[in-house]
């Protein structure tokens, strides 16, 4: 099964992956966690990376699509994935579709979670990352155990540089102007579905659960 989270910065795609991981048995690939983790280890594709995240705008596609190429052709990836965060604009999404093709494969379905840009600053504001695990958490909404560690692999969680309300202002005009018209992209191809990201996170995850059944 090949799955597509799409939905704003910040709509819950990521945490609907790493349920939806877990229960399938997926690999969870998040083209902003592998950006993350090479800002981390100080990487030459971290350093130029870094540069468009902060600015709240896209890593140029050269850099994005290799990377995802790449990821997706590894062994663990033969019975299928999610991936949350890419494609992020059309160009990406056509490549994506070309390389499936060439395998003679397709994209199962496209999920999209509608949350709308009033509840977005919210949830950003709180939320907390770990950059070692990729888990992610909310102050409010889903407090780690251990005020400040993550639950999952005992790191410190940090609040993410392009989190400020600025830089939330600025990707969420990217994502209307870039990412949403992938809605459509996938609406053509029967595989689109739509659901309420103001749901209880338990409540989303049900309706996904009932999508992939
Ligand atoms: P995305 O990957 O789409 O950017 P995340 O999964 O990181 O979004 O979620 C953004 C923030 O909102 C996180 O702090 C997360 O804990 C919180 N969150 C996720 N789903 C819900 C939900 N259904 N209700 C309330 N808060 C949520
Ligand atoms: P969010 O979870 O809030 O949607 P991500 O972790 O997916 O954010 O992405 C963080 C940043 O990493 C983006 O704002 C962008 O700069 C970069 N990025 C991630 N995925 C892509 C992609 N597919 N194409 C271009 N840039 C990307
Ligand atoms: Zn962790």
Partial sequence: M???MLGAPGAGKGTQA???????????????????????????????????MDKGLL?????????LLDRVAKEDCKNGYILDGFPR????????????????????AAIDIEVPDES????????RACVSCGATYHLENVPPKKEGICDKCG????????????????????????????IDFYQRKGVLKSLDGTK??????????EILA
């Fill in 2 to 4: 090949k799955i597509i």
């Fill in 18 to 52: 790493e349920m939806i991981s877990e229960k399938y048995n997926l690999p969870h690939i998040s083209t902003g966690d592998i950006f993350r983790a090479n800002i981390k280890n100080g990487t030459e594709l971290g350093k130029e990376a870094k540069g468009y």
């Fill in 59 to 67: 890593v140029p596609d050269e850099l994005t699509v290799r990377i």
């Fill in 89 to 108: 604009n059309i160009p990406q999404a056509e490549v994506l579709d070309a390389e499936l093709n060439k395998l003679g494969d397709k994209i199962d």
């Fill in 120 to 127: 977005i600053i919210k949830r950003m504001i709180g939320r």
């Fill in 155 to 182: 790191d410190k969680l940090i609040l993410r540089d392009d989190d400020r309300e600025e830089t939330v202002k600025n990707r969420l005009n990217v994502y209307h102007e870039q990412t949403q018209p992938l």
């Fill in 200 to 209: 209880d996170m338990m409540d989303v995850f049900q309706e996904i659960t």
